[in-house]
């Protein structure tokens, strides 16, 4: 079975020092992983993709999360936090085989401090 | 650009009534999804549809709802008879299932259900 665990529920960060969120996956084959990130009272936005063409993998706003197999991780990051960034974080696994069901990590709240 | 719509944005009904979520989705996806996420919980997968028929559901996905698309734009989630603990934050999303994007899954508001 498809799993993904984030490692913290919150990260508090200064505006402008990076970010890291931290996703590990559980896979028996190489899996799709999202990013996805939900502001307070919105829907939940695509941030990135990882579909096995490049390990590196650019999204939206500045973000980016490399795929690690040997580490079974898919951290997310962001050179210089800015404000809009406070929101919750969700690393994603596709089941393809099961009707495309997404399975989601717990989430990480991100603060970002003035 | 295009986006998934929910309405209501909050619907509040009493224990054992029937509720009507409703969707849009995107205009030509094939694909189309429930989730719900109760507060402090994850975000769980209730059901996929394709074809006019669900490919996927889970455990939650009991008896007690259904999906539908009525027409070519639509797509309903019903509680026949709704629990305390259908009390969550509803979900719809849609993919593709064509192209290079074909199993990226776009999410709508959601729809915040009480029940009293």
Known sequence: AQSVTQLDSHVSVSEGTPVLLRCNYS???????????QHPNKGLQLLLKY????????????????FKKSETSFHLTKPSAHMSDAAEYFCVVIHKAAGNKLTFGGGTRVLVKP | EPEVT????????QMGQEVIL????????????????????????????YN?????KSEI????FSVERPDG???????????????????????????AHTD????GPGTRLTVL
């Open chain 1, 27 to 37: 896979s028996s084959y190489s899996p799709s992983l999202f990013w996805y990130v």
């Open chain 1, 51 to 66: 579909t096995s063409a490049a390990t590196l993998v650019k999204g939206i706003n500045g973000f980016e999360a490399e």
């Open chain 2, 6 to 13: 929910q309405t209501p944005s909050h619907q509040v009904t």
């Open chain 2, 22 to 49: 409703r969707c849009v989705p995107i205009s030509n996806h094939l694909y189309f999804y429930w989730y719900r996420q109760i507060l402090g919980q994850k975000v769980e997968f209730l059901v996929s549809f």
């Open chain 2, 52 to 56: 006019n028929e669900i490919s996927e």
């Open chain 2, 61 to 64: 996905f009991d008896d007690q």
């Open chain 2, 73 to 99: 734009s639509n797509f309903t989630l019903k509680i026949r008879s709704t629990k305390l603990e259908d009390s969550a934050m509803y979900f719809c999303a849609s993919s593709p299932g064509t192209g």
């Open chain 2, 104 to 107: 990226t899954q776009y999410f």
